[in-house]
């Protein structure tokens, strides 16, 4: 299957500083990323898709000033925790769609932990 | 709102058996099914991709896909202990909507 890579894997930060994630189709041009958030034992949550040269589109409820994100090329798109906060530590995985038949992959995840 | 349900789980099978589960959609316009494991504390994998009425096999998996009852399963054979993760069914219309299920969590009894 398509490869997806996330860097870091794991950070921690201090409450207040900024966090950028960074996440890259290896072996496929992705046109389109989704952001997801995942608490302990919850399920997946969207927060936002992502497409290459164009504003990202964020789920209700998610702060797009917050979390900004940057699809800048076809092969990366960013995701910047901004003034992180402990309840903004989470497992959040990317993922890149493989035009048809569009399937999703999902890179490793980068788990912040903000102290 | 598009929604997939799955049955939480958790589902419980012995070793060698078979696994079924399942998960229905509400969007009948969706073109594309897929179904994700995922291990505690790792992202989702890719496993099986459906895209027409029928079954699908792959190894051990078995993908079955019903548009008309808008309903999705995924049979795994000679279940293993390894197999124990969650298992998320989602769906999709062209690469714009995905939905995901909440996931149905499998133990396979050794």
């Known amino acids: 299957g398509a490869v997806v890579s996330q860097h870091p894997s794991r950070v921690i930060c201090k409450s207040g500083t900024s966090v950028k994630i960074e996440c890259r189709s290896l072996?496929?041009?992705?046109?389109?990323m989704f952001w997801y958030r995942q608490f302990p034992k919850q399920s997946l949550m969207l927060m936002a898709t992502?497409?290459?040269?164009?504003?990202?589109?964020?789920e209700q409820g998610v702060e797009k000033d917050k979390f900004l994100i940057n699809h800048a090329s076809l092969t990366l798109s960013t995701l910047t925790v901004t003034s992180a906060h402990p309840e903004d530590s989470s497992f959040y995985i990317c993922?890149?769609?493989?035009?048809?038949?569009?399937?999703?992959?999902f890179g490793p995840g980068t788990r912040l932990t903000v102290t | 709102q598009k929604e997939v349900e799955q049955n939480s789980g958790p589902l419980s099978v012995p070793e060698g058996a078979i696994a079924s589960l399942n998960c229905t959609y509400s969007?009948?316009?969706?073109?594309?099914f897929f179904w994700y494991r995922q291990y505690s504390g790792k992202s989702p994998e890719l496993i099986m991709s459906?895209?027409?009425?029928g079954d699908k096999e792959d190894g051990r998996f078995t993908a079955q896909l019903n548009k008309a009852s808008q309903y999705v399963s995924l049979l795994i054979r000679d279940s293993q202990p390894s197999d124990s993760a969650t298992y998320l069914c989602?769906?999709?219309?062209?690469?714009?909507?995905?939905?995901f299920g909440p996931g149905t969590r499998l133990s396979v009894l050794p």
């Open positions: 969007d009948r316009g969706s073109q594309s």
């Open positions: 072996d496929f041009q992705a046109t389109t």
């Open positions: 459906i895209y027409s009425n």
């Open positions: 992502s497409n290459e040269g164009s504003k990202a589109t964020y």
């Open positions: 989602a769906v999709d219309n062209y690469g714009q909507n995905f939905v």
């Open positions: 993922s890149a769609v493989l035009g048809i038949p569009y399937e999703q992959y």
